[in-house]
């Protein structure tokens, strides 16, 4: 087993710092450990960061969806869209209220976002809500997916989880749907270790979001213990999705450098797009987009027939780290099991998944180590299309078969 001294190259790494441990250490300085005064002030500056209002900050990505999901009031059977290409929480939180989630296929190979086209293929009077999913900090295309929630009368979600701080047009992600949501994860381009946030175009529904972030309660714990007093009221349902002052500190700080660490992503970005241009077969998607991202993932497609397994176990040997984004969510068996829909075909999806592959990218890489995972990655390609080649069977390379 690979442990973490064998690591040349990490798939992820935060760029966690002094800075970061001088925030938090004020926090417990202060002995006031749940959300107060630095989450009202994270928010605020993410707010600004984005051009929006206001913000809410919660305690994950997940977190955000679910309360997303909740301001639709949601109806057992009513229908949301969402791409099938993304983490399986987009899918869960609908289906925890009796939601069915009806999974769409991503545009092609090239562009793996969810396809506009086919999300209008599957509206019906049953549906509430379509989720657009910034896959690797690409954007959608949220003009489309906007204009179809307008003429349909639906809700338009923004999964911006891989995409925090990117300008489309005059706006920023996140923005121009209904509801936006964001993950502060360890592995994500600002991290809290844990976290999440909501913006709203409806002030209403974003003050509604932080009602049902903390029970519903008309006073918050911070509020109460400003003013000294005891009651509150409670006017709906809510939860507990409550960020933490510690994690705030780090957001705030992680929020000043995000600037850099897109800058630094950028440039290894382009390292691996040059590296890998040459390698039979592999297909980098969003390599010929133009516009801004947060570059998340550096995700590939490799050659038809190469095994992913067998190049992943390659990669490791060599100490690069990979991972895989993702497993489509319609092929897991409880959404098989539950929705019949599920089992629909969505033929681009179905034929990226099994090549998908993503490689190292995060701001503490060189140049240099990109370009040792690119070699890495056409030599072991390379060696596998020599060795399927010598093997193949004489009666199919002589046209025979």
Known sequence: MNGPDHWKVLFADNTIGEPEIKAVTEVLRSRWLSAGAVTRQFEQEFAATLGVCDAVAVSSGTAALHLAVLAL????????????LTFVASAAVAALHGMTPVFADVRSERDLTVD??????????RTRAIVAMHYGGHPADVLALRDLARRHGLVL??????????RVGQRMLGSYGDIGCFSFFATKN???????????EDPAVLDRVRLMRAHHLSSTTWQRAQSGGIGYEVAGIGLNYRPTEIAAALGRVQLERLAEDRTRRRALVAAYREALADIP???????????????HLMAVLLPPGADRERTRAALAEGGIQTSVHYQPTNQFSFYRGR????????PVTERVAL?????PLHARMSTSDAELVATLLGEHLRRE???????????????NA
């Open 73 to 84: 009031d949601p109806l057992s059977g009513d229908e949301i869209i969402l791409p099938a």
């Open 116 to 125: 506009p086209a086919d999300v209008a293929r599957l509206i019906t009077r």
């Open 157 to 166: 979600i923004e999964d911006a989880a891989h995409a925090p701080a990117v």
């Open 190 to 200: 600002a991290t809290t270790g844990e976290g999440g946030m909501v913006v709203a």
């Open 281 to 295: 077969g592999l297909v980098v998607p969003f390599a010929e987009r133009a516009g801004d991202s947060a570059h």
């Open 339 to 346: 929705f019949p829909g599920a089992a629909r075909t969505l």
């Open 355 to 359: 090549r998908l592959l993503s490689l």
């Open 385 to 399: 299309a020599t060795v399927t080649e010598e093997t193949w069977p004489c009666s199919t390379r002589s046209g």
